[in-house]
């Protein structure tokens, strides 16, 4: 049950867009298509932003998308704005029915 | 109103234990998987355990294995973990999450998606 392995840090300017990569294993993100992403503001309760490797929860902006390319889930944030700079998570489903997160990433509007 | 709300955090010396509680509220709860997740100081999310909706089928993190009991009671929409031989690295926020359903053509399916979080207990062991 090792963390899924995200970038400490990702920054980019208002406007641009930026990608958050989580790499696991066959056992994990590349074996499934349960990959999720949770946006994290200081001493909140993570938010659902991503599910299903792709699929937007009803209410997310169209500027955060997800997508996956074997062992290797990606977040992008397009139209970068002051409100998105946060922590982000992965998340998926393991084999053995666990689940695991991935190291989280800060995401810094500069 | 969907939510979750923990309850049972507080101060505990090593080795000692502690009983968290979730009261879950404007769902029907025995339909969903139910997770705990925590977070330590400064940390990054942790996955702990989860619990199907009759609590038929259970789940573990190795490093909670044989030390945390998840259980919930129906009857009161309640999810609860109870931790014996708490070690310092046990200190952290605990947040209980609901896991989504997707529905297709009549078919549903846990998404493994945790869209319903709740405030988070805090669960500090002391040496």
């Known amino acids: 049950q090792s963390a899924l392995t995200q970038p400490a840090s990702v920054s980019g300017s208002p406007g641009q867009s930026i990608t958050i990569s989580c790499t696991g294993t066959?056992?994990?993100?590349?074996?499934?298509?349960?990959v999720s992403w949770y946006q994290q503001h200081p001493d909140k309760a993570p938010k659902l932003m991503i599910y299903?490797?792709?699929n937007r929860p009803s209410g997310i902006s169209i500027r955060f998308s997800g997508s996956k390319s074997g062992n290797t889930a990606s977040l992008t944030i397009s139209g970068l704005q002051a409100e998105d700079e946060a922590d982000y998570y992965c998340s998926s489903y393991s084999s053995s029915n666990t689940q695991v997160f991935g190291t989280g990433t800060k995401v810094t509007v500069l | 109103e969907v939510q979750l709300v923990e309850s049972g955090g507080g101060l505990v010396q090593s080795g000692g234990s502690l009983r968290l509680s979730c009261a879950a509220s404007?769902?029907?709860?025995?339909?969903?998987?139910m997770h705990w997740v925590r977070q330590a100081p400064g940390k990054g999310l942790v996955w702990v355990s989860r619990i199907y909706g009759d609590g038929s089928s259970i789940s573990y993190a190795d490093s909670v294995r044989g030390r945390f009991t998840v259980s919930r009671d129906t009857a009161k929409n309640t999810v609860y973990l109870q931790m014996n031989s708490l070690r310092g690295e046990d200190t952290a926020v605990y947040f209980c999450?609901?896991?989504?359903?997707?529905?297709?053509?009549?078919?549903?399916?846990?998404?493994?998606?945790?869209?319903?979080w709740g405030q988070g207990t805090m669960v500090t062991v002391s040496s």
């Open positions: 299903e490797v792709s």
């Open positions: 999450a609901r896991a989504s359903r997707n529905c297709s053509g009549g078919n549903c399916h846990s998404t493994d998606a945790f869209d319903i």
């Open positions: 404007g769902f029907t709860f025995t339909i969903y998987w």
């Open positions: 066959s056992s994990d993100v590349g074996g499934h298509d349960f």
